[in-house]
Nanobody, 124 residues
Framework: QVQLVESGGGLVQAGGSLRLSCAAS????????MGWFRQAPGKEREFVAA????????YYADSIKGRFTISRDNAKNTVFLQTNSLKPEDTAVYYC?????????????????WGQGTQVTVSS
């Protein structure tokens, strides 16, 4: 059974930082590309960042480029999202997802497995 478990969310002031983690089990992690998405209340789920299975290629949404960094540790079956210079508009539930097949890294429909999400709240 595949499980993706996010952690590291919380309440932070604008300008602060959080490091989100997503621990994967039940799959051969090194064969899966990984992505982070977020969903704010009343809005659709949106792409944040993605990383290839080897970690050699990354993708970012324009809204967070230069502030967030995605990385992975295949030895620990974990993907990370370092979030810096947080803004109130970054407030959302953040989800990690795993993609084991070819597809568009920015499209939620390309992903096979999803975590339950971790709440990030940025106060002004």
């Amino acid at each position: 059974q595949v499980q993706l478990v996010e952690s590291g969310g919380g309440l932070v002031q604008a300008g602060g930082s959080l490091r989100l983690s997503c621990a994967a089990s039940g799959l051969t992690f090194s064969l899966y590309a990984m992505g982070w998405f977020r969903q704010a209340p009343g809005k659709e789920r949106e792409f944040v960042a993605a990383i290839s299975s080897s970690g050699g290629t990354t993708y970012y949404a324009d809204s967070i480029k230069g502030r967030f960094t995605i990385s992975r540790d295949n030895a620990k079956n974990t993907v990370f999202l370092q979030t810096n210079s947080l803004k109130p508009e970054d407030t959302a539930v953040y989800y990690c997802a795993a993609r084991g097949r070819a597809g568009a890294p920015r499209s939620p429909g390309s992903y096979d497995y999803w975590g339950q999400g971790t709440q990030v709240t940025v106060s002004s």
